[in-house]
Every structure is written in structure tokens, then in C-alpha cells.
């Protein structure tokens, strides 16, 4: 064959593409196993900062088995919800639910033409009390996602927050800044209204007559607005879904009668019964 001819070269060319294409192909294949390990583990060691059992950078020092046992250790049971508040299912050890899957509870949380069903958000609750739930929406750049640890009351126990793409030194401080995932605990969201969190810019004052200041807003990133109000409207978007389940689940606290109302009450029922008789 002509190997300067326009017939070779096709033949050439095509064989190589063929060629290359199988070998990445099986290269993506080998390692598929490993990346959804590391997925996994990462996914899980979020999960757990956000619980507060130590910071991201100390489960990324123990590898992914290690991580895998202290989930093991700490979880106490693992479950999905539906928006009415309702258990829907269980969620195996095995199991967790990477930004893949959260993308498309997203869609089904919005509904719409990318839904595929009705949504089933993940809880996970650790034996130390706390009750995770992720978040899932759009930065600036590409997704934006994380995990918010609530305590028994609905106060923000811990939150691990990441993205995709963000600008580093900017949006990117929603991952790489431990100071803005701190602003978050102790905060309290407005679960059941409309605007269930709020990140601005100032914030809300966090000392006043030396008294800490709960409520539902953190202060923005400076220089990130739109990665600051993608991650908003994520966190609105999540916790209204979660809103009717985490009501639910919080402990009731009964109102104690005052003694002096008790007194009063039974001199009442007493007074009662003498005129009776």
C-alpha cells in the first residue's frame, strides 16, 4: 500500500484512535474500582467533619479503610426521608450518597423535566447525637455541595462544605476556610419559612452586651457573591425539603406550671367544691 496515499493515512489514523480509545477505555475500567473507593472515603470523612469527629485533614492522613471503620464505629443508622417528613427507606453502611446522587435528588427536590421521581433525602445520625444531611446546588463555576450537622434542638452542631470549580482564594474558601464552615455552628435555621437560611454580607453581629447572638445568617465571602448565594440558595433549597423531618424529629419540651398557678388552681377547685356542697 501507498503510504503517502489519503487511504493510507485514514487507515493509519483510524487504527490509532481505535488503538488509544481501548486503552483509555481499560485504563478508566482498572481504575474505576479505586476512584469510587476514594470517592467513598472522602464523601464519608465530610460526613464526619461536619459531625465533628475531627477535621477533614485528620481523616485524610488515616486512608480510606480507616475512615471506613470510623464510619462503622460512629454511625448509628442511616436512612432517606420524604418532604412530608416520612420515612421512606433504609441506607446500607455500604452506602452513601456522593454529589453524583445528590445531583439528581436535587432535580428531584426542584422537579420539572431533569426530575426521575419523588425525592429521597439521606439522614444520617451518629451515635453522638448528631443527625447529617447534605446540600446540593450551583456556584459560580460548577456544583457546590456539603453536609450540615444539626444537634438535638435544630442548632447547627458542624458543616463541611465543597465545590467543583470555584476560584481559589475566593469562592473556594467555602472548602479551603475552616473560619467559614465555623460561622455556621451554633446557628439556628428558620425551618418551615421561606427563607430558611440567609449568607450575606455582615452577617448578623456575634457579640452584643457580650451575648452571642443566635439566628439564621452567617456573613459572605467577600469577593465570592455569586458562589456565596449559589451555596444559599443550595442550603435553602435542602433544608426546606428537610424542614418537615427535622420539626418532627425534635424532642418536644414541656412548660412547667408555675408552683404559685398550681396553688391558685387547687385553692379554685377547692372553693369549688365547698359551694357545691
Do not use: C
Not at 469510587?36 to 485533614?57: C, H, R, W
Not at 454511625?75 to 445531583?103: H, M, N, Q, Y
Not at 444531611?133 to 450540615?148: H, S, T
Not at 434542638?153 to 479551603?176: C, P, Q, R, V, W
Amino acid at each position: 500500500m501507498n503510504t503517502n496515499s489519503n487511504i493510507y493515512t485514514v487507515i493509519y489514523t483510524t487504527v490509532i484512535v481505535v488503538i488509544v480509545a481501548a486503552v483509555l477505555a481499560f485504563v478508566s475500567q482498572s481504575l474505576k474500582g479505586n476512584q469510587q473507593a476514594n470517592e467513598k472515603a472522602d464523601t464519608i470523612s465530610q460526613m464526619l467533619t461536619a459531625a465533628q469527629f475531627g477535621t477533614k485533614a485528620d481523616f485524610q492522613k488515616m486512608g480510606n479503610k480507616a475512615v471506613l471503620a470510623r464510619y462503622a464505629e460512629e454511625i448509628a443508622e442511616a436512612f432517606t426521608v420524604s418532604p412530608d417528613g416520612s420515612r421512606t427507606g433504609d441506607i446500607a453502611l455500604d452506602e452513601v450518597f456522593s454529589p453524583s446522587l445528590l445531583k439528581r435528588q436535587n432535580y428531584n427536590i426542584k422537579g420539572g423535566q431533569n426530575a426521575t421521581g419523588a425525592p429521597e433525602l439521606p439522614v444520617f445520625i451518629f451515635k453522638n447525637g448528631k443527625k447529617v444531611v447534605p446540600v446540593y446546588g450551583a456556584g459560580l463555576w460548577g456544583p457546590v455541595w456539603g453536609y450540615i450537622a444539626f444537634n438535638e434542638d435544630n442548632s447547627i452542631a458542624g458543616a463541611y462544605f465543597d465545590h467543583e470549580s470555584e476560584t481559589a482564594g475566593l469562592g473556594a474558601k467555602i472548602k479551603d476556610d475552616p473560619a467559614f464552615q465555623a460561622e455556621f455552628i451554633g446557628e439556628k435555621p428558620s425551618l418551615g419559612e421561606s427563607k430558611v437560611f440567609e449568607i450575606v454580607k455582615g452577617g448578623s453581629p456575634k457579640d452584643t452586651e457580650n451575648k452571642e447572638v443566635i439566628d439564621n445568617k452567617i456573613d459572605a465571602i467577600t469577593g465570592a457573591t455569586m458562589t456565596s448565594k449559589g451555596l444559599e440558595a443550595a442550603i435553602n433549597t435542602w433544608l426546606g425539603a428537610y424542614s418537615a423531618y427535622l420539626l418532627s424529629a425534635t424532642p418536644k419540651v414541656e412548660e412547667e406550671v408555675p408552683a404559685e398557678v398550681n396553688e391558685e388552681a387547687v385553692e379554685g377547685e377547692e372553693t369549688t367544691k365547698t359551694v357545691e356542697e
